[in-house]
């Protein structure tokens, strides 16, 4: 049924809803009549309500009863046991269902429910992939668990093995997951966690992982740990960082981690991203981490990168740049775009000190274009790739070119922690520097004063220090400027996606963990520097500036 007979059943049944919860049942059940019947009937059975969202779940009484006296009872014993015992799949094929089952013909099976219209939806146009429809699925399994609880585990641990034998890693961490196969997890988030992340799906990364924290697992598990202080950096979370980079450190596995790598590698890899005993140590680091490293490894790219950084900041720009060439050659060859992007940039920050701006122009084109192709606008890399572009733009004279970059950069602003501090610093100094060639001394103070912070932390970061005493020497000399939108500190450029939301003061304030007196005062000082009189008049302004995300 589509959403205009939909809502005519339900009015028929008795059932007034709104739109959005006609919707929201159409999809649920798909259009299903005998689904939206028995959910009217649902809705009718919890009295007077507004919403169908918690009142009619796939094991609801009603579907049930019709599941087992309609469908389940006018079939045979092995059919229901196919149906149910196969429900713990997202997908189904004939090698997977016999793989689960422990049987053969499952194909046969597939394609005689779909013929019978069993609610079996078949995913392409060779009859090869199917699965239940959402609903009737969601029955099959409440039905499963009833009937044999003490199966489920080992019907996931049998799809877990057959997914990842046969090239399906991703479905593989589901069904181990289910399975409480923690090593299999373990093992398959290790090598499926840079490429989830190169390819955009950060949520699907930090789920992985979170599985661990939940459970306690960290320590047992050091690739994981360190793909966790990994990824806390790259969110800006510094106190993340560090809990997992503890547990890393503080767990007693030895030998080789899933990609044949040393754990004494992945250890000073991670090392080498939290930078806490300054750039020389993080150029040790990241050497000892492409001594150990497998040759295959996800890490080595990124681990080249630490070390043509950690140089670079040493003052070493000409033993750094073939080192960052390297980085990109590796980084390319493996996917690993965020790297790829920003060794190119770092490459460009090399040619500019040595004036050399059509090499640094050309630099930083390929580290834009790499990261619009990997769609990687909301990565902590790709705030020095729009800074680059930025002072490469300037120096061309195109400034409306430099400003939509600048405000691509202090978007991400809030990224740039002590979590990765060379990183983070050599970034906002660069802004600043961008910031000073627009006039914009306003905007290169509040930049100034981030970079500031971190090096109060980290203070041994090379050259970076005495290049931020120069740029504040600098600025000491202009006089006050109008603030505008390029000062918004790293809180207010926090709070400002959540002025987008329909969330209100109090909850944004939950949110962000403050108190709701300072997310009303933080957004005062967004709407005064956004020349704004109101939050839908900020948030256009932002919008208008480049600083919020389409």
Not at 80 to 105: E, H, I, K, Q, Y
Request: net charge negative.
């Amino acid at each position: 049924m589509d959403r205009q007979e939909a809502q005519a059943l339900l009015e028929g049944a008795g059932v007034g809803l709104t739109d959005a919860d006609v919707d929201e049942l159409v999809g649920r059940t798909e259009g299903w009549p005998v689904g939206l019947y028995l959910a009217a009937l649902a809705v009718k059975a919890g009295g007077p309500r507004t919403a169908v969202r918690p009142a009619f779940t796939g094991d609801d009484r009603f579907m049930a009863d019709y599941l087992r006296s309609e469908l389940l009872a006018h079939l045979p014993q092995p059919r229901v046991a196919f149906l149910t015992r196969t429900a713990v799949l997202d997908r189904m094929s004939g090698p997977l269902c016999d793989a689960v089952l422990a049987a053969d013909r499952s194909r046969l099976v597939l394609e005689s429910l779909e013929g019978s219209n069993l609610l079996v939806v078949p995913l392409d146009r060779h009859r090869e992939w199917y699965r239940y429809h959402h609903l009737f699925r969601e029955l099959l399994q409440a039905e499963l668990d009833r009937r044999e609880p003490e199966l489920i585990r080992e019907l996931h641990a049998r799809a877990a093995a057959w997914c990842e034998a046969n090239g399906l890693p991703e479905m593989a961490i589901d069904h181990a997951q289910a399975a409480e196969d923690a090593d299999r997890v373990a093992r398959l988030v290790a090598l499926q966690t840079q490429p989830a992340y190169a390819g955009g799906r950060v949520d699907t990364v930090s789920r992985w992982l979170a599985w661990f924290e939940d459970r306690g697992l960290i320590e047992r598990y050091p690739a994981v740990a360190v793909y966790g202080t990994w990824l806390q950096a790259l969110l800006g979370r510094p106190a993340g960082a560090e809990h997992w980079a503890a547990a890393a450190e503080r767990g007693t596995a030895t030998g080789t981690v899933p990609d044949g790598s040393t754990v004494e590698s992945w250890l000073a890899m991670a090392r080498a991203l939290l930078c806490r005993d300054g750039v020389e140590r993080m150029g040790a680091d990241a050497r000892v981490t492409l001594a150990g490293l497998a040759p295959a490894s996800n890490w080595r790219a990124t681990a080249l990168l630490m070390e043509g950084l950690a140089l670079l900041l040493e003052g070493e720009a000409e033993r750094a740049d073939p080192v960052l060439a390297h980085a990109v050659e590796v980084a390319t060859d493996a996917g690993a775009l965020p790297a790829a992007a920003t060794a190119l940039a770092e490459r460009s920050l090399v040619a500019i000190q040595h004036r050399d701006w059509q090499r640094a122009e050309a630099m930083a084109a390929r580290a834009l274009q790499i990261s619009r192709e990997g769609s990687l606008d909301g990565y902590l890399h790709t705030a020095v790739v729009h800074v680059v572009v930025a002072r490469t733009a300037l120096h061309r004279s195109d400034g409306p070119r430099a400003r939509e970059h600048l405000a691509q950069a202090a978007r991400l602003r809030p990224l740039l922690t002590y979590a990765i501090p060379s990183l983070a610093v050599q970034t906002l100094l660069e802004l600043v520097r961008a910031y000073l060639a627009v006039d914009d001394a306003a905007g290169a103070r509040a930049v100034l004063r981030d970079a500031r912070d971190i090096l109060q932390l980290r203070p041994d970061l090379g050259v970076l220090p005495e290049q931020a005493e120069q740029l504040g020497s600098m600025l000491a000399t202009i006089p006050g400027a109008t603030v505008g939108a390029s000062s918004l500190t790293t809180a207010e450029l926090r709070l400002l996606p959540l002025l987008v939301t329909h969330l209100s003061f109090p909850e944004i304030g939950e949110r962000l963990y403050i108190s709701r007196h300072t997310v009303k005062t933080q957004a005062i000082s967004v709407y005064r520097k956004l020349g704004a009189s109101s939050r839908s008049h900020a948030i256009r302004r932002a919008s208008e500036l480049g600083l919020l995300v389409d």
